[in-house]
């Protein structure tokens, strides 16, 4: 699936994460995207996903900064294997 958001509002972001609860198997993903409050700082965004991510089950994270006036990408990949 894909998710366009024609009208973005500042503050917001949209949060797509590997699985929706617990289960035996973990039961993937499913669904709009969760919205989520955003930071102005991302690598204390990042570094606050991070932390709240189960740790028997996290390996890694995505997240990207979208300046909507610029167009301008910022990304962080954090890797529980570095």
């Known amino acids: ?3 366009a958001y024609s009208n973005p509002v500042a503050g917001e972001g949209h ?3 590997t699985y929706m609860g617990d289960g035996n198997p973990l039961p993937s993903f499913e669904g709009e995207p969760k919205l989520v409050e955003m930071m102005d700082d991302m690598d204390a965004f990042a570094e606050m996903l991070w932390s709240s991510l189960n740790e028997d089950n996290k390996v890694s994270l995505f997240v990207r900064y979208i300046d909507i006036a ?3 990408c910022k990304s962080r990949i954090i890797n529980k294997n570095k």
């Open 1 to 3: 699936y894909t998710f």
């Open 15 to 17: 949060f797509i994460h």
């Open 70 to 72: 610029t167009g301008e």
